[in-house]
């Protein structure tokens, strides 16, 4: 991949980087004044506990995204973005467009959610 593409690339996953840990640390300090806030009564602590799963599992989904943009970047340093991390071969250029901290070709992304292929770390 070319010079441009890659910075093209390390830009848009930078700041997909820095709003996820913004709106993870958002989600956080949200969880943990719903701890504080007083339910008085039944209904109220039912809302208080539906809201405070609700932000526990968007607060888990945006982490996780998170994780795969760091690993994005950390393929750009390293020098082998653009590529499957299972069978080697380069991602095609408008799944990376889509989908830019993607690990896998649409192939083995294909295996992997049939559980024929093993998740790999990276």
Request: hydrophobic fraction near 30%; proline fraction near 2%.
């Amino acid at each position: 991949m070319d010079k441009k593409k890659l910075d093209y690339f390390k830009k848009r996953l930078e700041e997909r980087q820095h709003t996820l840990r913004r709106n993870v640390s958002r989600t956080e300090m949200d969880g943990r004044q719903s701890d504080e806030d007083a339910a008085q009564d039944i209904a109220d602590r039912a809302a208080s506990s539906y809201n405070k799963e609700f932000l526990f599992h968007q607060s888990n989904s945006e982490r996780q995204l998170l994780q795969m943009v760091q690993g994005a970047l950390e393929r750009i340093r390293e020098g082998n973005f653009g590529q499957c991390i299972s069978c080697g071969q380069e991602i095609n250029p408008k799944r990376l467009e889509a989908v830019p901290w993607t690990r896998y070709c649409i192939q083995c992304q294909e295996k992997m959610e049939q559980g024929r292929l093993e998740h790999a770390q990276s």
